[in-house]
């Protein structure tokens, strides 16, 4: 009987030590076999693609702080920036992979601050300026940079450090529009993205051409000069189509930056109907993949960009 309750005792011992260890209840210790990333954690304290797992109650996170020597956890590199369109929002700014950039109210542009430090910094990691270069629908002059308190380089769009929100999983996410009122998603002008409504026709600011239309989704809209306003004609028929395609008609009432008169709508041969601008068809490119893109302007000395004026657009950037 007493060699039972030993054998018994033993094995509660072993039992109790097992499920100790592999909890991790003391420290970063593992259960053999094991590796520190096995061990359990508590629900919602995970770590993210950005080096850090909490964030600060007062700017839309969960509890939690900078690393143990005080300094702000690094962020992945930015890359070549992208612009991708929201359908709330319209164009927006991201990183390389697609993850939205945003700004917060409480820094300042000018001189560039940054006023989101400590726990702040875990929910909203700074982006790290090494390496960031703007695509062709930003102005390489708005890429600057700010030397944080922390001594962090960050990247800043026209002034305001831009920053990254720790609830962004996927590209295109933009889960930190308007936490604590104070953060918003970053347009490519270092502005509010969602300050004015996305429009069926609206102006871009491009760097190179100046004002130009886009369309709903964002995409540069061209004129082709095989076409012909008045009478009506139609130049670009069967192949051409496969690699312009005519843009869809707008209302206009929802428009912006566009005087109403100059958008109508006319009817292509084989019935499709089509958005033209001062009465010229207009299309977009498919070598176009992102806002900001002009990659049709001057293709053959026929495609040109179009103006908020409806003219064409003849300026062809170098490269």
């Known amino acids: 009987m007493i060699n039972r309750r030993r054998a018994a005792f033993a094995a509660a011992a072993v039992a109790t030590l097992a499920l100790t260890t592999?909890?991790?209840?003391?420290?970063?210790?593992?259960?053999?076999?094991?590796?520190?990333?096995?061990n359990v954690q508590p629900a919602g304290q995970g770590t993210?693609?950005?080096?850090?797992s909490g964030g600060a109650g007062g700017y839309g996170g969960q509890a939690g702080g900078a690393d143990a020597g005080g300094k702000t956890p690094k962020g992945a590199p930015a890359g070549k920036l992208a612009l991708h369109q929201d359908a709330k929002l319209g164009t927006v700014v991201a990183d390389s992979k697609g993850m939205t950039l945003y700004r917060f109210d409480k820094d300042t542009p000018d001189p560039a601050k940054?006023?989101?430090n400590g726990s702040c910094a875990t929910t909203w990691p700074p982006v790290p300026a090494d390496d960031a270069s703007a695509p062709a629908g930003i102005d390489k002059s708005k890429l600057g940079s700010v030397t944080r308190a922390d001594g962090v380089k960050q990247l800043t769009i026209a002034g305001w450090p831009a920053y990254r929100y720790i609830k962004d999983t996927k590209a295109g996410d933009t889960k930190g529009q308007g936490v604590g009122g104070t953060w918003n998603a970053l347009a490519p002008d270092g502005k509010k993205a969602g300050a004015q409504?996305?429009?069926?026709?609206?102006?871009?600011?491009?760097?190179?051409?100046?004002?130009i239309l886009v369309d709903?989704?964002?995409?540069?809209?061209?004129r082709f000069n095989k076409d012909s306003a008045w009478p009506m004609k139609f130049g670009c028929n069967d192949a051409c189509l496969d690699t312009w395609?005519?843009?869809?008609?707008?209302?206009?009432?929802?428009?912006?930056?566009?005087a109403p008169k100059l958008i109508s709508t006319v009817t292509r041969?084989?019935?499709?109907?089509?958005?033209?601008?001062?009465?010229?068809?207009?299309?977009w490119f498919t070598g176009d993949e992102q806002p900001g893109d002009i990659n049709g302007q001057g293709k053959m000395g026929l495609w040109f960009a179009v103006s908020k004026e409806g003219k064409k657009i003849t300026t062809t950037p170098e490269g």
């Open 269 to 283: 041969p084989d019935g499709t109907r089509q958005l033209a601008v001062d009465c010229w068809p207009v299309y």
């Open 48 to 52: 993210s693609d950005y080096g850090s």
């Open 216 to 222: 709903g989704k964002g995409r540069t809209l061209y």
């Open 22 to 38: 592999a909890c991790g209840s003391s420290g970063n210790q593992s259960a053999p076999g094991t590796t520190s990333a096995d």
């Open 245 to 258: 395609k005519p843009a869809k008609p707008a209302d206009r009432s929802k428009l912006n930056g566009i």
């Open 197 to 211: 409504e996305p429009s069926d026709v609206s102006v871009f600011n491009h760097p190179d051409l100046g004002g």
């Open 114 to 116: 940054s006023n989101c």
